[in-house]
């Protein structure tokens, strides 16, 4: 009898090994809070903060190269400082697509990404010719950060050696002093031991803030702009240097990388970054985290067609397909996790 049930308990199992059953229940380890803090923290917030540190060193060198250029390698030392610009854009709208830590703490996006630009303040810190880090605080925000940057290098026909381009050195040089110390706090806030009433309250700021980004990039970053162009080109964030399809992208890297295991497999436990999916399937709620990774598959088609064509008429597919995610993650992911959800600062300014 110990034999029979030996071999039928060996046949269903082998039946559900072909299936691919046993490897999506079973492969995903139980994760706690504090592994999914342990994770968010070491292997996403400090290799992106890190990241966005070494862009915006690179970007501050080559506004400072281009400032100084003689007439005859101006133009190319333009395009350098642009091209640096976009890859620091992009470094820090992955890191800051889904906000916590020292990025609220620090009110970050504030200081270096508030939208939307004020030229007139650009102006007014020109004049005030700032030459160091003290004489910047004295120059309101608005006037400053990676949309001041943009405007500078494309929007006005700002010569090297002049007024303007000792502004944005300065502009380039406070973006990467806030850098570094975001690069500092995450790595600093990646060594502390999770206690599990902390590790709770860091995983619920994180899923707020998760919701708040989906929203963020729903509205601010792209309905609104469109629903407000009344017949105009939308001014989509990071318009002015053609950027915009980028910024959507780095925005969405850092929300899906968040959302969804990627091909590798799940981590062990204090291992690896565990995405809300990875982690609602460690708790064996694989019907939900279906129901998101269907969610965030919905979308990804409408958003590349609006990143490739940046054209009015695919706005609604994207804006439906990310407020469908935000229904799920708001709605039943969050009640899942046991977090409630309110105010967050990713909906900002």
Same mark, same amino acid.
């Given at each position: ?33 504090? $592994?999914?803090a342990?994770?968010?923290?070491a ?28 007439p %005859? ?7 350098? *400082? ?6 620091? %854009? ?8 889904v ?9 970050? +996006?504030? =200081? ?14 020109i004049? #005030? ?18 949309? +001041? ?9 700002? +010569? ?20 570094? #110390?975001?690069?500092? #706090? ?11 009433? =902390? ?6 700021e ?20 469109? *629903?407000? +162009?009344?017949? $105009? ?18 925005r ?12 590798? %497999? ?37 958003? =590349?067609a609006?990143?490739?064509?940046a ?39």
């Amino acid at each position: 009898m110990h034999d029979a049930y030996s071999w039928r308990t060996m046949m269903a199992a082998c039946a559900m090994w072909a299936a691919g059953a046993v490897q999506a229940v079973t492969a995903v380890p139980y994760y706690t809070p504090a $592994h999914f803090a342990e994770g968010l923290y070491a292997h996403w917030y400090v290799p992106r903060s890190a990241e966005l540190a070494q862009r915006s060193g690179e970007m501050q060198r080559a506004v400072q190269q281009w400032c100084e250029a003689a007439p %005859a390698t101006e133009r190319p030392a333009r395009a350098a *400082a642009r091209t640096a610009w976009q890859a620091a %854009a992009q470094a820090w709208d992955r890191l800051s697509a889904v906000a916590v830590g020292p990025l609220v703490q620090r009110r970050s +996006a504030r =200081q270096i990404d508030f939208h939307p630009t004020r030229p007139k303040l650009i102006e007014r810190g020109i004049a #005030a010719a700032p030459a160091d880090a003290k004489d910047m605080e004295r120059v309101g925000t608005p006037g400053k950060g990676f949309p +001041a940057l943009e405007w500078l290098l494309w929007r006005e026909q700002v +010569a090297a050696r002049t007024p303007a381009c000792r502004y944005a050195v300065q502009v380039a040089a406070e973006i990467d002093r806030e850098a570094v #110390a975001l690069r500092d #706090a995450f790595a600093e806030a990646a060594q502390r031991g999770w206690e599990d009433e =902390q590790a709770s309250q860091v995983m619920a700021e994180a899923v707020n803030q998760w919701v708040g980004a989906v929203e963020r990039l729903r509205w601010a970053d792209i309905g609104r702009p469109a *629903a407000s +162009a009344h017949g $105009h080109a939308p001014e989509f964030p990071r318009a002015a240097s053609g950027s915009s399809g980028a910024a959507w992208t780095a925005r969405w890297a850092g929300i899906e990388a968040l959302t969804v295991q990627g091909t590798e %497999a799940p981590p062990a436990p204090g291992k690896g970054l565990v995405p809300v999916e990875t982690y609602l399937r460690g708790r064996g709620l694989n019907p939900l985290a279906d129901r998101l990774r269907a969610s965030v598959q919905g979308v990804k088609a409408p958003l =590349q067609a609006l990143v490739q064509s940046a054209a009015p008429a695919q706005v609604p597919a994207a804006t439906a397909a990310l407020g469908e995610l935000k229904r799920v993650a708001e709605g039943d992911v969050a009640a899942a996790l046991n977090v409630n959800i309110g105010f967050s600062d990713a909906d900002g300014d």
